[in-house]
């Protein structure tokens, strides 16, 4: 199934889902920055991949922006080179406006993830000849405050039909990719692959791992999350 296939899939399951307080606004970037992410497959996603990253969900400064997992502006727009032009989500939170790539905020988590990537491979083809970098769920929620709640935090009746439709797509993702390696960036991602590995019946072909997210919010990966990765992927048989 061609990425295509899987993203409109994913993206008619979701539509329609509702949710309750404290959850007050979801963003999708897959509808109002479907032509920046759709731009990023073609470029990118064609063929298989010996790794996956796997995120959670949009940061309110990343992909909610510009429809690029971890896709922190100047990395996305002058590093792998994908700009399109991007709308709005039907409720804009007044505090997490949709600026697209004019957006004048960087985020952190991608700033150091493609920076990592580019130190690391120093073109982008090199790298993603290599990986693919893939988010979990593309819904960001947020609260009235405009605080970001992760989905794992949702009542359980609505991170049902949620982790469903996203597990449905990792798993598509993966037959799509064929990778040896899928690792999460962060112990949730880690999870939701796991499952999918297995539901693959792919346990002992496909080997998952994690390196810890690079999130702000972390002070393990405020002391260089750089230095992480390596070993972290080493762990599991990576070398780079």
Known sequence: MSLKQITDELVAELDGLSFGLPVTHVYNPLLYARASWDMYCQKYGQGTREIIFVG???????????????????????????????????????????????????????????????????????????????????????????????????????????????DRSLRGAIEHFEPKYVIGVGKFAQGRAKRAVKALGLQGEVVVGAVPHPSPASPIANRGWAKLVAPALAEVGIEL
Not at 71 to 96: L, M, S, Y
């Open 56 to 166: 959670m969900n949009p940061g309110p400064w990343g992909m909610s922006q510009v429809g690029v997992p971890f896709g922190e502006i100047e990395h996305v727009r002058d590093w792998i080179g994908v700009q399109a032009p991007v709308g709005k989500p039907k409720n804009e939170h007044p505090k997490r406006p949709v600026e697209g790539f004019d957006c004048p905020r960087s985020e952190v988590s991608g700033r150091r993830l493609w920076g990592w990537a580019k130190a690391a491979y120093g073109t982008p083809e090199a790298f993603f000849a290599r990986f693919f970098v893939w988010n979990y769920c593309p819904l960001a929620f947020m609260e009235e405050s405009g605080r970001n709640r992760v989905p794992e935090k949702l009542p359980k009746a609505e991170r049902a039909p949620v982790f469903e439709a996203c």
